[in-house]
């Protein structure tokens, strides 16, 4: 049973700044990934960010540069500090984990984040 908790998001005008954070609960102590994943309205869910369990990152090229993942493996949390962020951002903001050993896939409820003037 993995349960990921997501705090943060809201509306923020362009070029404005958020940090979304997420508490894993689970009993995952092999290879594991934590990230984040968003869907734009009308739109598939797509990757933002992700860092595994020795620290390797990946962010989509669109938010490179802007956004900000780090994790906390004693913690079992992942946050992402989002800047210069632009109305494209807009979406539902989704907390990820993957337990690798089994390629077992777990969500958060979602959190949505408007960026609008």
């Known amino acids: 049973q993995v349960q990921l908790v997501e705090s943060g998001g809201g509306l923020v005008q362009p070029g404005g700044s958020l940090r979304l954070s997420c508490a894993a609960f689970?009993?995952?102590?092999?290879?594991?990934?934590m990230g984040w994943y968003r869907q734009p309205p009308g739109k598939e869910r797509e990757l933002v960010a992700q860092?595994?369990?020795?620290?390797?990152?990946n962010y989509a090229d669109s938010v490179k540069g802007r956004f900000t993942i780090s994790r906390d493996i004693a913690k079992n949390t992942v946050d992402r500090q989002m800047h210069n962020l632009r109305p494209e951002d807009t979406a539902v903001y989704y907390c990820?984990?993957?337990?690798?050993?089994?390629?077992?896939?777990?969500w958060g409820q979602g959190t949505q984040v408007i960026v609008s003037s």
């Open positions: 689970d009993s995952i102590f092999g290879p594991n990934i």
């Open positions: 860092v595994d369990s020795v620290y390797n990152i």
């Open positions: 990820h984990k993957r337990n690798s050993s089994i390629d077992d896939d777990n």
